[in-house]
């Protein structure tokens, strides 16, 4: 037909040929059915040659090879947009994408879901894998992504599987993007105000009620399926991002932790709520320590996130960049800028590191919208950029500034709950951070920078982090930071996690600090360390000294008044002697 077509067309026409190079051969094959098979390709080439040659040029001009499908994909938009043109010729740039189309050490938002690249097909196959036959019509699977730091994990459900899930008219899901720490340490009533702001129709059910209560009994879950299934509402997917964060938080108790993973389970085996999770690789082995938790990854597919090909990554390069009608630079050996970047990049793999540089490049693109060798280079390439970067803002601070990062770091780092000899970021609600107006300079600073980042908790109050793990190791301003203050992270991890408990306990006395040594221990971490603390913290902290404080002096001044006097007692007893 196609050849048909070709001869009957009154302009000339284009066919191009795709043929999948293939280089696996057939296991346990006969002999007999090994030569039919070499028999048939043959015969497909001696076709390919007849119909497909140019007999001019006497070239396969029609008969393209490729790869991977993504291989195709690049192909055949070259080979059809240069066909276009050669019909209607040169349109000019169209521009896609307004502004800087990479993200830096940010993650891809639902809304970047236009220039996010590297992961379709990983998109579709996943797609395919969780919307199962077996499912009524809007029953789908829920997903646990896994992936190192840095791997993309965010990015690719938030860019990636939710738009192409949810964002047409016709779809049948709705979704919520969460995660642990936005609930300050409450994550258990706040998945459940999501399922009651989003079925209204279970507002004031009898089994929601007990759930209110933390009766999580197979009972109610069976009510909450039921009920769904029964009204036409919409599936919805809760993403739970940086699912680690329910381990590693200070705030959350391991109550608290026993109560999510039971709900989580509950949903996870309702009709229309999946949840989806993403954590990183070295906090899957908690799976094993809850029952609930196994059982969660029973009901749901796992993802391991791959490292990502050398096609890929120029995808994550290059298509940006045509989106948003930027161009390379050309060197004199006619080799583009982007070749030399993917070079770079599929050296280092790290996906934070490459967009952030291309971040930069960007910023420091020429006025025709060129992206330069000389603008790589001076921002230090794929593995300086960041680093420069960094230390440029760093060295831009004063003396004074660079003492209150120390105080500001206090509240961004802690110890990871799983591995003492781990430490990662954490979120801090802003006023508690703001101890001063240097405080606050050095925190607006960093955040025009972009190496803080601000959201909200679930009360509202604005929240600041690190923009991404990455510097933890990278930098060497953070590394010596926490190689030096260890004892502090620990200390302060310590006493967050009663403060936590105490609040939890509706501020009762006996949750306070108890004992003569303990609470020396407290008064002394609370003299040094007071502008490192929490207000929750000090709060506690002090409200302990104020219970114990029979004689209304500190514990510290009793402690320095009993040691004088044992000196000065040593000392009479030794003149005596003499």
Known sequence: LMMKLHKECGHPSRILTYVKKDEAYPKDCKWDELRELLRQKEGLDTFLKEYFRDEETNSNYAYLPFGKKISFEQVFRTHLTNAIKDYIGEVGDLKEWEGNPYVGLKSFEYDQASIFFGRRHLVYETASRLISLDNNDSGIKSLIVLGESGSGKSSFVKAGLLPFLCNTKQSAYDYVIVNPSMYGGHMYNGLLEIIESNFGFLANHPFLQELHKGITSETNFNYLSYELQNKDAKSLIIYIDQFEELFSDNLITEEERKKVILLLRGLVSSDKIAVFMSMRSDFYNRFSLYEEMTQIKENSEVLDLPVMGASEIAEIIEEPARKACLRWEVDAKGVSLNR???????????????????????????????????????????????????????????????????????????????????????????????????????????????????????????????????????????????????????????????????????????????????????????????????????????????????????????????????????????????
């Open 340 to 578: 030399y970047v993917l070079k770079d990049a599929v050296a280092i793999k790290g996906l934070p590191l490459i967009e952030f540089a291309l971040s930069e490049l960007y910023e420091t693109r020429n006025e025709k919208d060129v992206l330069t060798r000389e603008a790589y280079d001076k921002i230090g390439g794929l593995k300086g950029a960041v680093i420069n970067y960094a230390d440029k803002c760093y060295a831009s601070f004063t003396e004074e500034e660079k003492n209150a990062l120390n105080d500001i770091l206090s509240f961004v780092i802690t110890e990871s709950a799983s591995n003492k000899e781990t430490y990662v970021r954490k979120t801090s609600v802003r006023a508690d951070m703001e101890k001063s107006p240097l405080h606050k300079a050095v925190i607006d600073k960093l955040l025009d920078a972009r190496l803080f980042v601000t959201g909200k908790d679930s009360l509202g109050r604005p929240t600041i982090t690190i923009i991404h793990e990455i510097l933890l190791k990278s930098w060497s301003v953070i590394a010596e930071w926490i190689e030096r203050e260890k004892e502090f992270i620990w200390t302060n991890r310590h006493y967050e996690q009663l403060a936590q408990h105490w609040t939890n306990a509706n501020k009762k006395k006996t949750e306070l600090i108890q004992g003569r040594s303990s609470l020396l221990e407290a008064e002394y971490f609370h003299y040094k360390y007071h502008d490192r603390a929490s207000i929750v913290l000090l709060d506690y902290l002090e409200q302990s000294f104020i219970k114990q404080r029979k004689t209304g002096l500190p514990w510290l001044v009793v402690a320095a008044v009993f040691m004088s006097l044992t000196t000065l007692i040593f000392i009479l007893i030794k003149a005596s002697k003499y």
